[in-house]
Nanobody, 128 residues
Framework: QVQLVESGGGLVQAGGSLRLSCAAS????????MGWFRQAPGKEREFVAA????????YYGDSVKGRFTISRANARITAVLQMNSLKPEDTAVYYC?????????????????????WGQGTQVTVSS
C-alpha cells in the first residue's frame, strides 16, 4: 500500500502562485508514476499533470500548460506541483495520485484508471 498526503493548498489572488506537495509513504520502493488531478464543484475530475518515475517525462493538461510545473523530490517519493499565473478557473480540489509505471501508464497517464493510489485532496481557491 502507498499512502499519499497533499499539502500546500490555500487561497490566492489571480496571478499569484502556489506550490502543492504530495508525500508518499508505505511501499514507496516501487516504480510509480505520479500525477495531479483536480475537481471543481459540479465538474468531473480533470487531469492536470503527471511525471514518470525517472522524471524524464512530464505531461500537462491543455489548460495548465506553460503555467504549472510538475517535479519530484526527496528520492522521488514527493511530487511537487508549482502553479504560477493562477486563474479563478483553477479553483478546485487538487488530488495527488500514484500508479505503477507500465506500458499502460505511459500511454494513459491522463486517465484516472492509470492510478491505484489517491490522496485526500487539498483545496485551491483563486480569487479574482
Amino acid at each position: 500500500q502507498v499512502q499519499l498526503v497533499e499539502s500546500g493548498g490555500g487561497l490566492v489572488q489571480a496571478g499569484g502562485s502556489l506550490r502543492l506537495s504530495c508525500a508518499a509513504s508505505g511501499r514507496t520502493f516501487g516504480r510509480y508514476g505520479m500525477g495531479w488531478f483536480r475537481q471543481a464543484p459540479g465538474k468531473e475530475r480533470e487531469f492536470v499533470a503527471a511525471i514518470s518515475w525517472s522524471s524524464s517525462s512530464t505531461y500537462y493538461g491543455d489548460s495548465v500548460k506553460g503555467r504549472f510545473t510538475i517535479s519530484r523530490a526527496n528520492a522521488r517519493i514527493t511530487a511537487v506541483l508549482q502553479m504560477n499565473s493562477l486563474k479563478p478557473e483553477d479553483t478546485a480540489v487538487y488530488y495527488c495520485a500514484a500508479g505503477t509505471e507500465s506500458g499502460y501508464y505511459s500511454t494513459s497517464y491522463y486517465r484516472e484508471a492509470a492510478y491505484r493510489y489517491w490522496g485526500q485532496g487539498t483545496q485551491v481557491t483563486v480569487s479574482s
